[in-house]
């Protein structure tokens, strides 16, 4: 396909790729903004649909119909505002190009797999008729345009997108907050109900390999129980023994935040598990990226079902005049949606506006990133690594504290 582009014109492609989250848009017209007041060359982008999707047709396949099909030029003047609104306007997929090295056992093979997919992928540029490239995503989507610079020397930047807030090279990624406040609210709402039929409610929020969302919206609203996956919790001890010193202390409600990836210590499995083992644990179905599906595990509802065979829990709850039911809430999907609040449409203006002075400055290979409260460039590969809660983190120092004071501070008022 022939390369429409000369010296005095860049055409810049944008895509969204991974889960949507509050923000993207904002990055997009970010990415307008700085282009348009570019005066030094002229600066097309090119808004990519749905994420790596095209780049995963083979290369004979890429005629200019199916170009045509999965791109098109962005007008800011047809845009405005596009920074308030929520979701994405380019969609989004989970499209892995590297899928197949998920399946490769043998660290070589991988590597060798890898270098292949990421030239061909950077290749493509000249088919799509773009210069250079910014991908929006999670640490999925920022590997892929990893790899791409690293193997295929592509003109890439990447803007860290997730409301997980696990990537290691920024201090936050946009999307995280609005996500954090959804399922903040959400746990405030369900206090009034909770107290309102004397429940035990136990919220499953999102968090495959970070506790970020449930931590900080877990002490937010003020959860009575907060479980994350970079600390494996003994069931007996962090849920049985926290929640009988509650109702002796008086209290008639009770709110467990739970991270989707949460699971019990190994002790705890086999101790206090019956409807799930460790086999189930490696049995879990894997995303295109090789990643297990906790989502899938329920622990939620694992241990809603765990609480209610547990009599000897009931009698005591019953002895102290406080009712024992429970219930299980999967928040999932509600915690992506809605119009972006005012931090992320910002820090994704900022994100976006970055992202497009690297391309136009050529410093490519780099993440956009919050350093404090500027924005950085950082290296693309070291920055879209895991980024999980600190254990010396003081979060996890003031969420042991909140869950404690509770029942210490009313037990002292019954002396």
Known sequence: ????????????????????????????????????????????????????????FPKSELTKELVDHYTQVLDIGELDDLHT???????????????????LKDPQEREQLTKKIGEDLASKFQDLNIDALIAVGGDDTCGVAAAMYKYGGAHIVACPK????????????FGFFSGAQLASNTLDNLTTTAHS????FVVEVMGRDAGWLTLYSGLSSGADIILLPEVPFDFEHDVVDVLKKRANAGYKFHIIACSEGAYPNPESLERDFTTISQK????????????PILSKLN???????????????????NERHAHYEI??????????????????????????????????????GK??????????????????????????????????????????????LFK
């Open 162 to 173: 997730t409301i997980d807030n696990d990537l290691a090279g920024t201090d936050f990624t």
């Open 327 to 364: 219930r299980s809430v999967v928040l999932g999907h509600t915690m992506r949606s809605g119009t972006p609040n005012v931090y992320d449409r910002v820090l994704g203006l900022r994100y976006g506006y970055h992202a497009m002075d690297y391309v136009i400055q050529g410093q490519f």
């Open 197 to 200: 039929h004397q429940r035990i």
């Open 1 to 56: 396909m022939e390369k429409r582009n000369n010296n005095n014109r860049l055409r810049v492609g944008i895509l969204t790729g991974g889960g949507d989250c509050p923000g993207l848009n904002a990055v997009i017209y970010g990415a307008l903004l700085r282009a348009s007041e570019e005066s030094s060359k002229q600066v097309e982008v090119v808004g990519i649909i749905k994420g790596w999707k095209v780049f995963n």
């Open 85 to 103: 609104k929520g979701g994405t306007m380019l969609y989004t997929s989970r499209t892995n190009p590297f899928k197949a090295v998920a399946k």
């Open 299 to 317: 622990m939620a509802s694992k241990i809603e079902k765990e609480l209610q065979k547990r009599e000897d829990i009931k009698q005591y709850f």
């Open 367 to 412: 993440m956009t990133s919050l350093q404090g409260t500027e924005i950085e460039p950082v290296d693309i590969v070291e920055g879209s690594k895991k980024r999980l809660i600190p254990l010396d983190s003081d979060l996890l120092k003031i969420k042991e504290a909140m869950i404690s004071v509770k029942h210490k501070s009313k037990e002292k």
């Open 280 to 291: 189930d644990i490696e049995a879990l179905p894997k995303d295109s990226f090789g990643n």
